[in-house]
């Protein structure tokens, strides 16, 4: 996950672009006629990001940000000791009811209109509160998972089998996060306490008239148009939007089928989070060190037929890149990563070349595009005709554990492999189902 910096332009706000609007919405959400010629998209122009607002908090003792642990784990590869905060109740110490926390998730849907299009959040406000980010599931199998295919050539990351996922959990119906969280430090099983839940909260629906400027339509080769929004311009909206959130809350901003661009063009970012300290982290006059620090994350809901673009090759291609795998990645980076400031060792993957060298503690970027089928979704099924591009299920992201950026071998913090392994624990919330050997065993260097 890239880490650009956004100064003065965070601040800016255009008077008129932001009003309040009726939740109303047709049966996709996404309407209109372009007024511009989309510009088709290929493969190679085409990789999905995500990336982080904001320069990191150094969290104090405070009660005004969302409930948080802190502890610190020695890297044998480098010798140093890492310090990281994560959202919940601390693992390691909690007890009891003490072990579960909730936090309130307020979902501001996000109504884009640009060249022609309007690309309506609430249509998909009920998919969302119906997917596996909210809805209760059975985390001890999925029925498909990412394949690695012709990785690096094309197809890559297609529909391959399920099989066993969190067989601590398995009879034990979970939110994601809470699923993931549980997996990570092996609080599983049905008498396990440990719980980190989202209890989601509608907010009225926000339109956003996004200048002809500030963006481009693009077309995929399946015929899906989407926006990709200078990322620059949408920041500084949704930053307008969290400065008036709770900070004991998670602020969620759910756009339908938005994507963003970088600075000279580089497509697409399809999600980030971050966080704003009163006073950077130092408070303000009146606070006497308890400062304000506001965590958000921002997501677009990912239109079946955006990823799978490559014309005469066997579909489907970026498989699991659909429907909230944008959001499933930011909140997992969030709960990691709440204050965005959790720094390890550097990593480099094969599998997301997009982000490069980084050293951020950033669980989703290493696996952005590998996934797993869970739930029902009936929405958007079968919407493009000539290709099948969906399959009935949602398609949540894998996340990488804090042993994989920590290179502890053995892994005993985790959740055992399905499988018996040398290394004990997984890597990832995947574990075995990942199909690439660099997630079962620890991060290698740049």
């Given at each position: 996950m890239k880490r650009p910096l956004f100064p003065a332009l965070l601040a800016v706000v255009a008077v008129g672009l932001l009003t309040a609007t009726p939740a109303l919405a047709d049966k996709t959400g996404i309407s209109g006629k372009p007024t511009t010629t989309p510009q088709p998209i290929d493969a190679q122009s085409f990789s999905p990001t995500t990336t982080t607002i904001g320069g990191g908090a150094n969290v104090l003792p405070t009660t005004r940000t969302v409930a948080h642990w802190w502890d610190s784990a020695m890297n044998p590869d480098d010798g140093i000791t890492y310090g990281y905060g994560m959202v919940g109740a601390d693992p390691n110490t909690c007890s009891g009811s003490g072990c579960s926390v909730t936090i309130q998730a307020d979902i501001t849907p996000l109504i884009v209109n640009f060249d022609g299009m309007t690309y309506d959040g609430t249509a998909v406000v009920g998919p969302t509160l119906?997917?596996?980010?909210?809805?209760?599931?059975?985390?001890?199998?999925?029925p498909a998972a990412t394949a690695e295919g012709a990785f690096p050539d094309y197809p890559q990351l297609i529909n391959g089998p399920g099989?066993?996922?969190?067989?601590?959990?398995?009879?034990?119906?979970?939110?994601?996060?809470?699923?993931?969280?549980?997996?990570?430090?092996?609080?599983?099983?049905?008498?396990?306490?440990?719980?980190?839940?989202?209890?989601?909260?509608?907010?009225?629906?926000?339109t956003l008239n996004v200048p002809h400027n500030q963006g481009v339509l693009r077309e995929s080769p399946q015929g899906v148009i989407f926006p990709t929004i200078n990322i620059n311009w949408w920041a500084a909206q949704i930053k307008n939007l969290e400065s008036t959130a709770d900070p004991t809350h998670l602020p969620i901003y759910l756009s339908n089928g938005v994507l963003l661009q970088e600075g000279g063009g580089g497509c697409c970012v399809i999600g980030f989070h971050g966080t704003r300290a009163t006073g950077f982290g130092v408070g303000n006059g009146n606070s006497n060190g308890n400062a304000v620090v506001q965590t958000f994350a921002w997501a677009s809901w990912v239109t079946p037929g955006t990823y799978p673009r490559v014309e005469g090759r066997p579909l489907p291609t970026d498989w699991a890149l659909q429907d909230i795998h944008a959001l499933s990645h930011e909140i997992a980076e969030w709960a990691d990563d709440p204050f965005v400031?959790?720094?390890?060792?550097?990593?480099?993957?094969?599998?997301?070349?997009?982000?490069?060298?980084?050293?951020?503690?950033?669980?989703?970027?290493?696996?952005?595009?590998?996934?797993?089928?869970m739930?029902?979704?009936?929405?958007?099924?079968?919407?493009?005709?000539?290709?099948?591009?969906?399959?009935?299920?949602?398609?949540?992201?894998?996340?990488?554990?804090?042993?994989w950026y920590m290179r502890l071998a053995p892994n005993n913090v985790s959740e055992p492999t399905q499988s018996p392994s040398p290394n004990g624990g997984r890597y990832s919330l995947m574990g075995d189902l990942n199909p690439f050997p660099g997630f079962r065993q620890p991060a290698t260097g740049c």
């Open positions: 119906d997917s596996p980010v909210f809805a209760g599931n059975d985390y001890g199998s999925t099989g066993t996922l969190s067989q601590g959990d398995a009879g034990v119906s979970l939110q994601l996060e809470d699923a993931t969280m549980r997996a990570q430090f092996n609080q599983v099983g049905a008498g396990n306490q440990y719980h980190l839940i989202l209890h989601p909260n509608l907010l009225p629906a926000v400031n959790n720094t390890v060792e550097q990593w480099l993957t094969p599998t997301a070349p997009q982000y490069g060298c980084t050293n951020i503690l950033e669980t989703g970027d290493p696996v952005v595009g590998i996934g797993f089928a739930g029902n979704n009936s929405f958007e099924q079968n919407e493009l005709s000539g290709e099948q591009m969906t399959d009935g299920y949602y398609h949540p992201e894998d996340e990488v554990f804090l042993p």
